[in-house]
């Protein structure tokens, strides 16, 4: 049994429908209408922490995007990208071993007000197509989706074996977990003016994430905040950074504010407890990019007791 269905739940689903269990999801929500659908979502480890696991599990989901990338159906796309930087770095960035090649980026691709920036390819990821292809992978694999919220896990591990909690931000009241805290993400979706880079600075945050037919202008971070109403003035003040990094979005179509609440964590917990629930929540920033490495330590936590 799997709690939640956004990309971490979906993750874990597959991997353990792959090794012959029998899976059933349980959700509140439908995977289009969880934070992982508002995800820009390029492939960074963004707001989660420890770095040597997150290190470690970025690199594995970079792995697997990479390869899922070759089918255009699931929606993902590797494309160059930069890392904007407003003062020059003393080292390379700490994730830089999950990527590869990461080099330094030249003065001509630094907007203005930027001093340095690291060059790099990642996946980027369509979600409102990941999610629904990685349902259909549940589905193919004899998975079936239950919608159905929880006030605690008891009735998972009453009707299960195995239970696996991907709750996301839910597993604050959920488990309870009062070390997940929600950090609110707002974004813009705007038709593609011909971007095809990603460009990101995590200080502001500021992103423009170009996919098939459309970008995501990004963003906020708003520490403990739960309103899920996209705020107009914010919006526009989006828009107006990312048209400083880029003037070609200055000019695009508006279609879509969407909010989201990333469940952040000291720590991702990936665990079995006491009780025989086995923990995969609490990505932060990152949850597309650890998606994979986390579900399948998750996976060999849940050893052979098929749930
Ligand atoms: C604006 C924004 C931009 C982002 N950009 C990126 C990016 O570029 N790259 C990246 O890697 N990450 C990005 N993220 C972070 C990413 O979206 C999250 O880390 C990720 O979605 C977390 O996935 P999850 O499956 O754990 O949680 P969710 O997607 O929130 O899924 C949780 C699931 O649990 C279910 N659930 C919760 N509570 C209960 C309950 N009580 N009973 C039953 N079911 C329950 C929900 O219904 C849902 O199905 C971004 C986030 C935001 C908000």
Redesign the pocket.
């Known amino acids: 049994m799997v709690?939640?269905?956004?990309?971490?739940?979906?993750s874990v689903a597959v991997r353990l429908l792959e090794r012959g269990a029998r899976v059933e999801i349980?959700?509140?929500?439908a995977?289009q209408?969880?934070?992982?659908?508002?995800?820009?979502?390029?492939?960074?480890p963004?707001r989660a922490e420890p770095r040597d696991r997150v290190v470690a599990w970025s690199a594995r989901t970079r792995a697997v995007l990479a390869e899922l990338a070759a089918d255009p159906s699931t929606g993902i796309r590797v494309r160059d990208g930069v890392e904007l930087l407003r003062a020059a770095p003393v080292d390379g960035p700490w994730w830089a071993h999950a990527v590869g090649g990461v080099v330094p980026a030249a003065a001509a691709d630094l907007p203005d007000g930027y001093a340095a920036g690291w060059v790099f390819r990642a996946p980027v990821?369509e979600m409102p197509v990941y999610l629904a292809w990685l349902t259909a992978r549940v589905e193919a694999l004899g998975g079936r989706l239950v919608r159905?919220?929880?006030?605690d896990l008891e009735p998972a591990r009453a009707a299960a074996g195995t239970v696996v909690c991907?709750?996301?931000?839910?597993?604050r009241?959920?488990v309870p977990d009062a070390a997940v805290r929600p950090v609110?993400?707002?974004?813009v979706r705007v038709t593609n003016p011909g971007v095809r880079r990603f460009l990101l600075d995590e200080a502001g945050p500021t992103?423009i994430?170009p996919r098939r037919d459309d970008c995501v202008l990004?963003?906020t971070a708003e520490e403990g905040a739960h309103d899920l109403d996209p705020d107009p003035a914010v919006a526009e003040a989006i828009i107006a950074r990312c048209a400083a990094l880029d003037p070609m979005v200055a000019g695009a179509r508006v279609l879509e504010h969407?909010?989201?609440?990333?469940?952040a964590r000291p720590a991702v917990r990936v665990e079995r407890d006491t009780d025989g629930v086995v923990h995969?929540?609490g990505?932060?920033?990152?949850?597309?990019?650890?998606?994979w490495g986390t579900a399948e330590d998750a996976v060999r936590l849940v050893a052979c007791d098929h749930g």
């Not at 269905?5 to 979906?10: I, S």
């Not at 991907?166 to 597993?171: E, K, L, S, Y």
């Open positions: 709690v939640g269905a956004g990309v971490v739940g979906l349980w959700t509140a929500d995977p209408a969880t934070t992982s659908a508002v995800a820009a979502a390029v492939w960074f963004y990821v159905r919220r929880l006030d991907c709750a996301g931000i839910g597993a009241d959920l609110r993400g707002q974004i992103y994430v990004g963003g969407r909010v989201g609440l990333r469940p995969c929540y990505h932060g920033g990152a949850g597309v990019t650890l998606s």
